[in-house]
Structures are given as C-alpha cells and as structure tokens.
C-alpha cells in the first residue's frame, strides 16, 4: 500500500515514521505547504519522497489529512474524486454539512472511505454502538488549564455550556473532539458540549457522558502533550496510527 500524506507537522510526523516501519506501506509521499518541514521529515524516513498532491495523487492507495482544515477543503474532493481513501484529522471541518455532505457523496459514488480517528477522547466506539438504538444525550466535558484558553482564572469556572455547534465557533480549538463525537452520536446540535477551566489541573481531559437504550456510557481521557506540540494531544497521533494499523491489518477490533 502506497501513502499520500498532507501536513508534516507534529501529527503528520510521527504518522509518517510509523508508517515508515509498517511492512505493508511501501512508499510514503509527503507534502507540506511549508516545503521544509516536509523536506526535514523525508530526511528522518526510509520510504518517502517529497511530492505535490497533485503528483502523488494517482500513485497512492490512501492519503492522510494532518494539516489544517483550509487543507480538507482544498484537497478533500480531489483525493475521494480520484477514488483514493481519506483519513481526516482536522475533523473540524466537518462542521460544514455542505463540505461533509459532498465529501459523503463523491466517495460514495467512488467507493471509496472517509476514515476520522477518535484523536484525543475515548468512548466512540461505544457511542458508534450505542446510536444505532436510541440516545437520550451525550456530553463532553472538556476541562483545561486557563492558560490553554488565554485566561487567568484562581477558580474552577464553567466557561461554555451549550451546544457543539454553538461550542465551535466560540472555542474553535475544541473543534474536532466535539465534532468527531458528534458525527458518531446524535449531531452537533443535540451533543453538549461544556468547557471548564480549572487551575488545578495541568493537563487537557476529555470526558463523554452518554445515556440511552444501552444504558450508560462513562468514558474520561487525560491528555500529554505531544512532545513535537504542546497544543496537540500526543493521543491524537497515536489514534491516527491505530486507524493506519486498521486499514492494513486482517484483524478488525471494536465497534
Ligand atoms: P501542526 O501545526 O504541528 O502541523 C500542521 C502542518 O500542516 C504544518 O507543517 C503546516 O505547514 C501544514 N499545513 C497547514 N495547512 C496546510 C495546507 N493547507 N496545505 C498543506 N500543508 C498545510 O499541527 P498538528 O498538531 O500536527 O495537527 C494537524 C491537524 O490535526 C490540525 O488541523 C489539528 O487541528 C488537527 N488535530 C486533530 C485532532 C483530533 O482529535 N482529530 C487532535 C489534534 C489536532
């Protein structure tokens, strides 16, 4: 299998070593609209070569978004109309049902596959399971340190309650856990979402709370940093790397 991948930050970087020493992934293309930062990473592999989307494009079997989500608008179409697999990590894209639905139906008809990891929360695989009966609610509660949301606060205080729609456009870092459990639930509108700024805490957690006609779903995450970004969570990539193993391996585990 051959890899197209978009974006060599810190995400796309530790993708591509995986990747590098998956024995199924032949060739890796890599593109960065900053060339040297995918120059600095093809040096660090031993399949990868620097290439354009556009050059890479008919020569690879999936391509992996890591970049921004201006990069899913640009080439999202393009990599589905080619019929080629697509991983997104900027899911906060997705936001846009105009762009969802187009990307939903061009691979479709291409069949081909819009793959969206779980990144830094767990418990989707049981809200994937949980929606095809009836969900009463799900809630994220994201807690932080007030740095992390540029404020200086000495108490525990509840900066967002409302809807995930509502919570992208005043919290757009929190985009793509709220938005990646709300595709696998019950829609940005009904999905809660709260933000919390705690000055006790020093790291990123994610908590989904979720009842229905399964029962009751509890599933919390606390979050290192990635060593390459403190601003992304380090389970982000590994959860990429989980969905590359997915596609490749014979095996498929979880809902
Ligand atoms: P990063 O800033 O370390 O790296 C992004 C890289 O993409 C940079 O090198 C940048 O030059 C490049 N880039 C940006 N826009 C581009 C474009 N239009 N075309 C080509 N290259 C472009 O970021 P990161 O931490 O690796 O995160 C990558 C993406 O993943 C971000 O959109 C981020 O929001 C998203 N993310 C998702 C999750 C999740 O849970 N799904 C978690 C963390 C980050």
Redesign the pocket.
Known sequence: MNLGI?????????VAKAADRMREIKKIYL????KK??DTLCRLLRKAEVRK?EDFIEDVDVVF???????VV??GLKVLRAGKDLI??????LFDDQLRKKLENTARRKRCRIY??????CGIDGILAASIEKIDSVTLVTTKPPSSLGRRLNKRTVVFDGNAREAVKKFP?N???A??LSLAGIGFDRTRVKIVADPVVNRISHKILAHGRFGRLRAEMENLP?P??P???Y???L??IAILKRIVDPIQIGA
């Not at 997104?88 to 894209?93: A, E, L, P, Q, V």
Request: aromatic residues 4%; charged residues 15%.
């Open positions: 978009i974006g060599c930050g810190a995400i796309g970087s530790d593109y960065d609209r900053d930062a995918a989307v978004e890591a970049a921004s989500q201006q990069a640009e080439y997104i990590m900027s899911i906060g894209s969206l990891p779980s990144g830094a929360v870092r985009i793509n856990v938005a990646c990635n390459n970004n601003q992304s969570s389970m982000a990539s959860s990429a």
